[in-house]
């Protein structure tokens, strides 16, 4: 097989630098957003699709800077299990990766500013503080990823601000139901990122990475991460139980059955794969989930 037959069937490294698997993140917030929004009668689609850019092109933005600045600091050596890294494996160029931040960064302005236009411009302050997340997560010269904060961030940005601001853009409400729907949204978003450090726990502290998993330990961190997929469908189950949002948005518990096996692997598995297996099976189930809730909410 000839060099260019091999490019022909290589992974895109721009795709490879989205991490295209753990996009779902983004997408299933705006899904509760958005039913809840048709559950009451405010409804509209040119929000949906603005919250969608936004959403879709920070989280993409954010995976574009982690590449570049990880790979500046060490913490993707070959030694590391998981998905091939654009710039550390030298398939781009941190400078050609930082032009694509800001033009992920532009993409999420243009929608911003359309949503702000229809609804209110602090949704303008918001998407700012969004981008100062995204790039100081792993970059700048105190990165808060490496100092074990990144699991708030992500329940902040992915959980609460993405499923209420989802709502908010319909019709400039931010209805109590909806920070309740925010919070098993947010504990599956952050259970992500959970899977993915444990994967990385040996890699990260030699790189000096010191994130939630390193300074907890592998075993604690495994158990953070069957609490909060325990705790998403225990959130789900009373929250709808005692009216506090629609009650139809139980049919997300249907996901339940799925959160088992991944629980039972995170907590056994010894090696790599088996842990890339979890990272991504816990995307999907964050999916499903917004799916189930966002579908209640709708129906009620």
Partial sequence: MDCSQMRARSPNPWVLAARPRTLWAAVAPVLVGCGL???????????????????????????????????????????RIGPTRAVAAG??????????VWVMFGAAALGGVY???????????????????AVTYTGGPSPYGYRGFGEVSVFLFFGLTATVGSRYVHDGAAPLEAWWLAVP????????????NVRDVDTDAAAGKRTLAVALGRERARTLYTLLVAGTFAVI?????LGLVPRWTALALAAAPLAVPLIRTIRAAGDGPALIRVLEGTA???????VGLGAGAALS
């Fill in 115 to 133: 949503l702000a236009y229809i609804t209110s411009w602090i949704l303008l302050a918001v998407g700012a503080a969004a981008v100062i997340a």
């Fill in 237 to 241: 189950a009373l929250s709808a139980a």
């Fill in 185 to 196: 949204i947010g504990f599956t978003a952050t259970a992500i990122l959970v899977a993915n």
């Fill in 91 to 100: 398939l781009l160029t941190a400078r050609q990766v930082w032009i694509g």
């Fill in 284 to 290: 999907r189930l964050h999916l499903l989930i917004g």
């Fill in 37 to 79: 929004a048709v559950g009451s009668g405010v409804f509209r689609a040119d929000a949906m699709a603005g919250a969608l850019v936004c959403a879709l092109a920070l989280q993409v933005a954010a995976n574009f800077a982690n590449d570049a600045s990880d790979a500046r600091r060490g913490a993707d050596p070959e030694a």
